[in-house]
């Protein structure tokens, strides 16, 4: 069974930056892509960008293209995603994905098979 854990929320003023970072643990002999999705509450929850296993494909949602960058070193390393000139409605709680079988990326949460606990991120204006 595969563990995920998220890191790196907080409040921040529009304008500036955060990086979120999301570790697998468990079964770490797998290699998995990742997905980071975000959720007000009283929404569905959203897509914001994929990586596949390799690192080598990435996707990102319309509403973060150009201002966020979604990376890892290697298969099995930590997943980052770097928050640029964020806005007011960047703000919501932001989740980690893990799924262990298939290639390329993936951008629907029915496609993941393990979430972190969500990390908060608040923009300010």
């Known amino acids: 069974q595969v563990q995920v854990a998220e890191s790196g929320g907080g409040a921040v003023q529009a304008g500036e930056s955060l990086r979120l970072s999301c570790a697998a643990s468990?079964?770490?002999?797998?290699?998995?892509?990742v997905g980071w999705f975000r959720q007000v509450p009283g929404t569905e929850r959203e897509f914001v960008a994929s990586?596949?296993?390799?690192?080598?494909?990435?996707d990102y949602a319309d509403s973060v293209q150009g201002r966020f960058t979604i990376s890892r070193d290697n298969a099995r390393s930590p997943v980052y995603l770097q928050m640029n000139n964020l806005k007011p409605e960047d703000t919501a709680t932001y989740y980690c994905?893990?799924?262990?079988?298939?290639?390329?990326?993936?951008?629907?949460?029915?496609?993941?098979?393990?979430w972190g606990q969500g990390t908060q991120v608040t923009v300010s204006s």
């Open positions: 990586i596949s296993w390799t690192g080598g494909s990435t």
């Open positions: 468990g079964r770490t002999f797998s290699t998995y892509a």
């Open positions: 994905a893990v799924r262990t079988l298939g290639f390329g990326t993936f951008n629907r949460p029915a496609d993941y098979e393990a």
